[in-house]
C-alpha cells in the first residue's frame, strides 16, 4: 500500500491527513483565515509524528475545488511546493466529493441515500454536486457545478436526501426536504483519501504542472464580485 499525503483548505476548516498501509491519521482545525499559518506546521507535524520524510511519501492528494478562492489558491501553493520538493506526483479530487464522503461517514450514513454537498459561494450563489450512496459505492449524479440556490436540479429519486456545507443557509430558497440536514460539516483530508486511494493504487497520478485549481467562477463573476468588494471593502470573503 503506497504511503500518500491528503490536505483540504477548500473551506473554513485545514485539514491533512496521512496513509500509510492500513492505518491513517490526521490533523483537523477550524482555520478561517488562518490556512497560511497553519498548513505547513500541520504537514510537519504529521510527517514527523509518523517518522516519514516527505521523499518517501509515493503521492499527494488533494481538493482542487470548488471552494474558497483563497484556501484554493493557499492549498495549490502548499501542494506545488511539497511536490517538487519531495519530486512527488499528485491527484487533484473534488472538494464536494470528499464532503459527500465526509458525511457518509460522520453522520453514519448506511442505507442507500442521496447527497447534496453544498459550499456557499457567496454573491447568492452556492457550489454544489449530488451524489447517490448504495451502502458500498458513491456514485455521483451531477458535475461540480455553480449557481443560484433556486436552479438547482437533482435527477428524481425516491432515495431520501442528505443536504451538508453551509450551503444550506441558503435552505428557504431551495425546494427540497431533506431527511438529514447538515450545514456546519466541512470536508476532511481523511475523506480525500478515501476518494484518491484506490485512483492511485490503479495509476491514475499526474505531474504537478499538470494540474490546474477548479474556481468555478467565470470572469463575469469575478467582476461582479470585484465590483461588490468595492462598493463594500469591509465585506470581503476571500471566497
Not at 503521492?59 to 517538487?84: D, E, W, Y
Not at 438547482?152 to 438529514?180: C, K, N, Q
Amino acid at each position: 500500500m503506497k504511503k500518500v499525503l491528503a490536505i483540504d483548505t477548500t473551506t473554513q476548516a485545514c485539514s491533512v491527513a496521512l496513509s500509510l498501509g492500513d492505518s491513517v491519521c490526521g490533523r483537523f482545525q477550524l482555520a478561517s483565515r488562518e490556512h497560511t499559518r497553519l498548513l505547513l506546521p500541520m504537514v510537519n507535524d504529521l510527517l514527523s509524528e509518523a517518522g516519514v520524510k516527505l521523499t518517501e511519501l509515493d503521492a499527494l492528494a488533494f481538493t482542487c475545488g470548488p471552494g474558497s478562492f483563497t484556501g484554493i489558491r493557499i492549498g495549490f501553493s502548499v501542494i506545488q511546493g511539497l511536490a517538487l520538493g519531495g519530486d512527488l506526483p499528485v491527484l487533484p479530487v473534488s472538494s464536494l466529493e470528499t464532503l459527500a464522503h465526509t458525511a457518509r461517514r460522520k453522520l453514519f450514513i448506511e442505507d442507500n441515500y442521496r447527497l447534496l454537498p453544498m459550499f456557499d459561494a457567496r454573491m447568492d450563489e452556492v457550489y454544489w454536486s449530488a451524489f447517490e450512496w448504495n451502502g458500498a459505492k458513491l456514485t455521483r449524479l451531477t458535475p461540480d457545478s455553480l449557481s443560484s440556490p433556486e436552479t438547482i436540479i437533482l435527477p428524481y429519486s425516491e432515495l431520501p436526501l442528505a443536504v451538508m456545507g453551509d450551503g444550506w443557509h441558503y435552505a428557504e430558497r431551495i425546494d427540497f426536504d431533506p431527511t438529514i440536514a447538515a450545514s456546519a460539516l466541512l470536508p476532511d483530508a481523511r475523506d480525500v483519501l478515501t476518494i484518491a486511494m484506490p485512483k492511485i493504487e490503479n495509476g491514475a497520478l499526474m505531474a504537478i504542472d499538470e494540474v490546474q485549481p477548479l474556481y468555478l467562477r467565470d470572469k463575469v463573476s469575478w467582476q461582479k464580485r470585484k465590483r461588490l468588494r468595492e462598493n463594500n471593502p469591509i465585506s470581503g470573503t476571500g471566497i
